[in-house]
């Protein structure tokens, strides 16, 4: 019997409270908002309309699993889709145009680990100057004109398509968060960002190559940012320098409310999923409970607040 | 001394610029043997077990693993040699169970999409560990989970369990308390009954008596002498770690 409690005890709450919290806002908006809330295109609705910020999310589980941070992904949205969009513009051709994109972000994150591990910076403060610099760069590139995009193929992959009845970016999210999952939970290199994450010493003299793995995480995080932008150019039908660039708090939010430690060592592919949808939903929630931007605004500052403070109070009390 | 002792170490010379850290070392561990390494702070002992332990390389001298003269560029390199380190601060990860503890670096795959072998690196944990008695709860029990002394015995057996031979230890239990270190020591006699060649750095001079075949001081980097600790008495050894005897 004591055995039992005792395993109860070590179970550590903090790593589902996403799951009641979600479970909790669900029963809560199902209640209060009962006549479109619960329909199928409104639920689905909610898995699109977060559709970027998971597979962004996605990454960054394993920055913050390492023991970094990268903020430039919010600027990496923009930059990366305008690049789509342009490349998409003058060859029409759609795989060269993500491909583009995709690389854009590669090489974003290859340059933010470089600087994190050869010029040993800390990562918060070069992807804080990489974050203004993409800015800049997003601005710069078409001079703060939009981009259409027109190819047909290219929005049915990444924004309009479905397969079986279900919306592609349904599709992208599941796809992302597997191999996310799969990497982290099921590969060595998984094991490794953790360990890294848990302590570079020890990772160092068992023979992992740390710089390696820090500089791999970046550039994770470079590429799903950029897929990030290349889902939101096929949603919108254009790309525009102020794609994501209130994303990079929600992504850390989904994150860390899925359980992610801030801290590094630990991972949760599958709770930044849960995180991400529990923030749209409540968003999706909120406004159709009539509440304005602003008003979003502060509601979701508050749960950023309240799932930081989890966080951190968990960490202390181990 | 046999051809194959598991690790000879021959005019073995470090230098710091003009500061020889060590001069001239000379030791041969035989397999089975527990060899400890004493001397004040900064006699160079660390010196020593980190050029074994390729992290440093020797000024001059040879080091000799199993009859065949190494030549280490960095300590993976020494690791894939055989030559394993139990650290005092333990290099273990907090966060992850035991069995990847003991796989760290060197995880178990299966399977065409190469996956962890989480079940094959429990099993073969749960084998280890209880060959060597470390008593843990599991072998998926989390690190942070376990005493000081159960952790030092899971990096014990990590590093018997790759080593072909030969396992350094840096104060392995500098961090411990008085029931966890006997723990550990035992734990370190049963490496020897399997046959490893140990060689131990320790400040506590009971220990060394409890648990070592011979001993080695050394001062400011100078090997002051090697003794069976059937022929050295106390007194003569603190002698010999201070100066007190030349």
Same mark, same amino acid.
């Given at each position: 019997m004591t055995s039992a409690l005792d395993r109860l005890r070590a179970v550590n709450w903090r790593d589902y409270v996403v799951y009641f919290a979600f479970a909790l806002v669900f029963v809560y908006f199902a209640i209060t908002q009962s006549e479109y809330f619960l329909t199928t295109s409104n639920l689905t609705n909610v898995i699109i309309q977060a559709a970027p910020i998971t597979v962004m999310a996605v990454g960054t589980v394993f920055v913050l699993a390492t023991g970094e941070i990268d903020l430039s992904i919010g600027s990496t949205v923009a930059v990366a889709a305008l690049v789509t969009a342009k490349v998409l513009e003058s060859t029409e051709v759609w795989l060269l145009a993500a491909g583009a994109g995709i690389l854009t972000g590669l090489v974003i994150g290859l340059v933010n680990g470089l600087f994190v /591990?050869?010029?040993?910076?800390p990562s918060f403060l070069v992807t804080l100057a990489t974050m203004g610099l993409l800015v800049g760069v997003a601005r710069q590139l078409t001079d703060l004109k939009s981009v259409p995009v027109l190819d047909d193929s290219f929005v049915w992959l990444f924004g309009g398509g479905e397969i079986i009845g279900i919306s592609i970016l349904v599709w992208w999210t599941a796809l992302v968060v597997f191999v996310g999952w799969h990497v982290l939970r099921q590969k060595r290199f998984g094991a490794h960002v953790l360990a890294v994450g848990n302590s570079p010493a020890a990772a160092q003299v068992t023979g992992i190559r740390v710089a390696r793995v820090r500089l791999a995480v970046f550039m994770i995080s470079g590429a799903t940012a950029a897929l990030a932008g290349i889902l939101y150019s096929g949603r919108l039908q254009g790309a525009r320098? /102020?794609? *994501?660039? =209130?994303d990079m708090m929600s992504v850390l939010a989904a994150v860390i409310v899925g359980g992610t430690a801030l801290v590094g060592g630990k991972g949760a592919v599958v709770g930044a999923l849960a995180g991400s949808l529990l923030m749209a939903m409540i968003n999706n929630g909120l406004i159709l409970a009539g509440l304005n931007v602003s008003q979003q605004m502060i509601v979701r500052g508050v749960i950023i607040l309240i799932a930081v403070s989890l966080s951190l109070r968990a960490k202390k009390s181990n | 001394m046999s051809q194959s002792s598991p690790l000879a170490l021959r005019g073995i010379t470090k230098q710091f610029g003009a500061v020889a $850290?060590?001069? %001239?070392f000379d030791l041969e561990i035989e397999a089975g043997e527990i060899v400890a390494l004493v001397g004040d702070n900064g006699a160079g002992k660390s010196t020593l077990v980190k050029i074994i332990s390729g992290l440093y390389q020797p000024s001059s001298g040879e080091i000799v693993l199993n009859g065949k003269p190494v030549n280490f560029r960095d300590a993976s390199d020494a690791r894939a040699h055989g030559v394993e380190v139990v650290y005092q601060d333990l290099a273990?990860?907090?966060?992850?169970?035991v069995y990847m503890n003991m796989f760290l670096g060197r995880e178990l795959v299966k399977g065409p999409l190469r996956t962890l072998d989480r079940a094959r690196m429990a099993q073969e944990t749960q084998a280890l560990v209880t060959e060597l008695d470390?008593?843990?709860? =599991?072998? %998926? $029990?989390?690190? =942070?989970?376990? =005493?000081g002394g159960q952790r030092q015995g899971i990096a014990i057996a990590r590093a018997t369990h790759w080593a072909s031979g030969l396992v350094l230890m840096d104060?392995? /239990? $500098? $961090?411990? *308390?008085v029931a966890e270190t006997a723990k550990v020591e035992e734990t370190i006699l049963r490496l020897k009954e399997r046959g490893a060649a140990v060689l131990v750095v320790s400040h506590n001079l009971e220990q060394v008596y409890r648990i070592a075949d011979r001993v080695v001081v050394l001062r400011r980097g100078k090997q002051i002498g090697t003794r069976s600790l059937a022929d050295v008495e106390k007194n003569e050894l603190v002698g010999m770690i201070t100066g007190l005897v030349q």
């Open positions: /591990t050869v010029v040993r910076l320098y /102020t794609l *994501g660039e =209130s | $850290a060590i001069e %001239r273990l990860v907090d966060q992850q169970p470390v008593r843990i709860p =599991s072998p %998926r $029990a989390q690190l =942070s989970d376990l =005493s104060e392995p /239990t $500098a $961090a411990l *308390g």
